[in-house]
């Protein structure tokens, strides 16, 4: 059972774990990004291979203690510091999650654009009972989260590694139904909005052709080159008068 998490429910652990070929591909990279001295520096890249590697092999991503002590080992570590990093940071995972992580916004702009709609259509797609409980078919985990930093297009939330914005209670119960489906909504916004743009499309910059451009830059340097070239023609055409030498004084002066 894991004891890094004692207020959540137990867990078996598994007894062992190994990198396997692709996790270790990855590994490989990560660490030379490093010198040999300061490979520790790699515990939270390598904590996320890990995490990916457990989603791939149980559709669960998490990070049990077995794991985090073979990544002590790979780092030369003691293992108390890896448990440190890995329970300080709340986008790893102690104990088994659902297939989708829906990790909901609920700080001021998504509070103030709808979140609690969010939030409450989230209870009635997946049947979760509170904040951090997963769904009885083990497909959603559902907690809340600060901001993610996608405020102008919010209410928003991020399942697994993608935000999911502009939502409102209908369309956020079509997404999660998409996913039950076995689908994979596309990203973004849900009302089709390019960017952080206003809602009824741009407002400023409407003239496309009066926006900066690789070929306007490229014009101006053209014109700035020639304006040199013929300064610097004109200049050796018409070299300035050398200036008259002073009179030497005369001898007694």
């Known amino acids: 059972m894991s004891d890094l998490a004692p207020n959540l429910p137990a867990v078996a652990e598994p007894t062992s774990f190994a990198f396997d070929a692709h996790a270790q591909e990855q590994i490989d990279v990560i660490l030379r990004r490093y010198p040999p001295e300061r490979k520790?520096?790699?515990?939270?890249?390598?904590?996320?291979?890990?995490?990916?590697?457990?989603?791939?092999l149980s559709g669960s991503a998490w990070v049990p203690k077995v794991a985090m002590d073979v990544v002590a080992g790979l780092l030369d570590m003691a293992p108390i510091r890896v448990y440190e990093v890995g329970?300080?940071?709340?986008?790893?995972?102690?104990?088994?999650i659902g297939r989708y992580n829906l990790q909901i916004c609920t700080t001021t702009p998504c509070w103030l654009r709808g979140s609690d709609e969010v939030v409450a259509a989230c209870f009635k797609a997946t049947g979760i009972a509170h904040m951090g409980g997963t769904s009885a078919d083990g497909l959603f985990t559902m907690k809340e989260v600060e901001c993610l930093g996608a405020c102008s297009n919010a209410?928003?939330?991020?399942?697994?590694?993608?935000?999911?914005?502009?939502?409102?209670?209908?369309?956020?119960?079509?997404?999660?139904?998409?996913?039950?489906r076995g689908e994979t909504p596309t990203p973004g916004?849900?009302?089709?909005?390019q960017g952080s743009m206003a809602e009824g499309g741009p407002t400023t910059l409407t003239d496309t052709a009066a926006l900066w451009s690789p070929e306007k830059y490229a014009a101006l340097k053209e014109d700035r080159a020639r304006a040199e070239a013929e300064a610097a023609a004109a200049a050796a055409a018409n070299p300035p008068a050398e200036p008259a030498k002073p009179e030497a004084p005369k001898p007694g002066a």
């Open 40 to 56: 520790a520096s790699a515990v939270i890249p390598v904590l996320y291979v890990v995490q990916n590697q457990m989603f791939r």
């Open 87 to 96: 329970t300080f940071y709340t986008m790893f995972n102690l104990t088994p």
């Open 155 to 180: 209410p928003m939330m991020q399942i697994n590694d993608d935000y999911y914005e502009d939502l409102d209670g209908p369309r956020t119960e079509a997404l999660l139904e998409a996913f039950r």
């Open 189 to 193: 916004s849900t009302i089709g909005r």
